[in-house]
């Protein structure tokens, strides 16, 4: 028996073993029919709630906090001198020589080109040839006349002169011997006859010398003169003018001439200007013009110069509004510094009007900022849910604006909806909030 005992009381063990499990496991299914029947609510109210978290919309909020913002309008403009004058040909000609190039610096008067001139050489040479001629014949009309013709008159008056003396020793001999009755009376008269004829022919070359040059020709040689010298002063002026030179100090900005090129009177030769200041206008939104007034600083940068600003002034206002493309502008003139003349005249710039600065702004972004029922506001975090506040905006830049009240520093506010994209922020929404 003892044996048989032992032999089976292993097999008996196992079984036992086995047959608890079974009732173990048979009671804890009995158990568990329960407890599922209780857990299955409580499952269902995590699941809600778990499903109404993961739908409230993630919400990115900045932080309201102390900046400072500038007030800024920006837009585009197009450089040019603020001082310039166009060099231009006067006169037709072929150009012969050159003798600047463009961007050169250049003073007042200094020759730029000359064009082809013999022909105008050739018309002074004419008219100094004329000049010369009638300031002779002024010469000899102020001397009386021709030297030739004087002489010859002066040695015929001299002739008359001598026939006269004789004429009237003859009359005075006769005039005794007829009184002595040495002489007729006929022959008297004969000899005071030849007297009065030689008397006569002294008087006629006497006043033949007194018009050889009369008032009338004197002013005819002096007009002569006069217009000859006329002559002689448009040719030269016509020489000069086949020399182009620099209307005034500056930048050969503008330059485009080659050798051999034709040019009519008022044809362009080139731009000077002085660059060391350009005029920027400013092409400035219409409803941004109230924002913008004289005086106020602006900020230049040209895309093809990047990193590079360059500083200036609001110099006038308009005066007009203009259409630009699809814009409606006003053209605003500013003043800008440019010492290394790295402005060129022509170029489109990008230009910042500063019309304000506030310093100790309490600011938030742009995107921040709603508007509701005409009312201005944010949408403020707190807790979990965002809660709509009014307030009163100031001054703005490209991405803050200013909070004059109804915000303290660190509150913090909507600014961007990030997940989903389309979600509509509302009053007392329940939010996931994102920060970074």
Known sequence: MNSISRHFAPSLAR?????????????????????????????????????????????????????????????????EPARWAAARAEAAGVVRTIKVERGQLVKAGQELVSLDTAAASSELASALARRQEARTESDTVNQGGKAATIASLEDSLRSAQVAQQAAQRNFDSLTRLVAQQAATKLQLQDAKDALERAKLQVAAIQDQEKTLVTAPDKNVALARVSGAQAAVDLAQRNLSLGIIRSPIDGTLYQFDLKPGAYLQPGDLVGFVGNLEQVKVTIYVDEPDLGRVAVGMPVTITWDADPGRKWSGYVDKLPTAIVALGTRTVGEVSTIVNNPNHALLPG????????????????????????????????????????QWTPVVAGVSDLNNVQILSGLEVSTRVADRVVDPTDAELKNNMRVRAQFN
């Not at 048979?26 to 699941?47: I, Q």
């Open 15 to 79: 079984s036992s073993v086995k047959i608890e499990s079974w009732l173990l496991l048979t009671a804890a299914l009995y158990m568990n029919k329960y407890w599922l029947l209780l857990l299955f609510p409580l499952g269902l109210v995590g699941w809600w709630a778990l499903g109404r978290g993961e739908t409230a919309p993630v919400i990115h909020f900045a932080t309201a906090r102390k900046i400072t913002i500038e007030s800024v309008v920006s837009t585009n403009g197009k450089v």
């Open 347 to 386: 170029v489109s710039v990008n230009a910042t009007i500063i019309s304000k600065v506030v310093k100790d702004a309490i600011g938030i972004p742009k995107a921040a900022l709603h508007t509701m029922n005409g009312q201005a506001g944010v949408y403020k975090l707190s807790g979990n849910t965002i």
